[in-house]
């Protein structure tokens, strides 16, 4: 039986955002809806579970998302659950990677990492991604919520598969192999040591 994989599916604007600051999608829902709207359709029935940070599960509640029993989300908050959570709602608070192993172990579908930018970071920071599907919206917005939250990182992605559709859309299809994923951001004090390392070596 194949390993689940925890994917990443998500769109972004052509310089690199996910929406606007405050949250706004107009950019992404004004567009015509293609048939087969860039295979996410596809793409849902291949998974069973749903992971997305408190941020994004509050901004679906307030967009009026519905949650069942049959559409399992995990939340991951450093905050405590709402008094009231919806049903196939799981507020999770153990670490990421012993999460992320328990769930690839277990039998089932693929599981869709939704988002937002804080927890697509630290989930690939503990190589607990293994890839990314990234449908590119032709539609610069100057500033907005990335992708994922900056931090030092390297990591080297492996090309799957890229589509263009009609519209301009392009989809990026990426393998993360766990070998190039930098389990450790580093931290602020080695990346200075190593930056004046550099400069050092090109003046001598």
């Known amino acids: 039986m194949a390993k689940r994989k925890i994917i990443v599916n998500i769109a972004t604007s052509a310089d690199g955002y996910v929406a606007r600051m405050d949250g706004n999608l107009d950019w992404l829902t004004g567009r015509p809806a293609p048939k087969g709207f860039y295979g996410l359709p596809e793409f849902s029935r291949s998974v069973d579970a749903k992971i997305l940070g408190r941020k994004t599960f509050d901004l679906s509640l307030k967009m009026g998302a519905n949650f069942s029993a049959d559409n399992l989300h995990y939340v991951f908050s450093r ?45 690939l920071d ?28 390297e990591v080297s992605l492996r090309l799957l598969s890229s589509q263009q559709f009609p519209d301009g ?36």
């Open 126 to 153: 503990e190589g607990a991604i293994d890839e990314f599907i990234v449908t590119v919206v032709p539609t610069f917005i100057g500033e907005g919520i990335p992708l994922m939250a900056p931090r030092h990182r």
């Open 79 to 123: 905050r405590p659950a709402p008094a009231s959570v919806p049903p196939g709602v799981q507020f999770v608070t153990e670490s990421i990677r012993a999460f992320a192993s328990d769930l690839r172990k277990q039998s089932g579908k693929n599981i869709w990492m939704m988002g937002g930018g804080e927890i697509i970071g630290s989930f």
């Open 169 to 204: 859309v392009v989809q990026l299809h990426y393998q993360v192999p766990q070998s190039s994923v930098a389990r450790k951001a580093l931290s602020p004090h080695f990346s200075s040591a190593a930056r004046r390392a550099i400069r050092h070596r090109k003046q001598h």
